[in-house]
């Protein structure tokens, strides 16, 4: 299986809306599992700060027990052009608001 990394962007954003979801369920005791990990996906204000700390701190979702975040982790190019991706969108926003 390989990733693409719009579907690291993706996951990044799916993360942090879940952590929304999860903070409303926890009374319940319901909470939906993450692809990034746990502590860093808690911390991040944002996509770029979630998948940049996945970047300079993957030891934490490489030891995981699920495939998907040792997927996630382990490929430290693909999470390097998903910024990449991240910031290049904004350039092209920026360029067609202020073009």
């Known amino acids: 299986m390989s990733l693409l990394p719009r579907n ?3 996951a990044a954003e799916a993360d942090l809306m879940r952590r929304y979801r999860n903070k409303a369920r926890a009374k319940t ?3 939906e599992l993450y692809a990034f990990h746990r502590d860093q996906v808690r911390k991040a ?3 770029e700060e ?6 300079m701190q993957p030891s934490c979702g490489l030891a995981s027990k699920k495939r998907n975040t040792k997927l996630l982790y382990g490929d430290g190019a693909l999470l390097v052009a998903a910024l990449k ?3 290049a ?4 926003f920026l360029v067609q608001r202020n073009g």
């Open 8 to 10: 690291v962007l993706q």
């Open 29 to 31: 005791g319901e909470f």
């Open 45 to 47: 204000k944002s996509i």
């Open 50 to 55: 979630l998948v940049s700390t996945a970047l």
């Open 85 to 87: 991706l991240l910031e």
């Open 89 to 92: 969108g904004r350039t092209s």
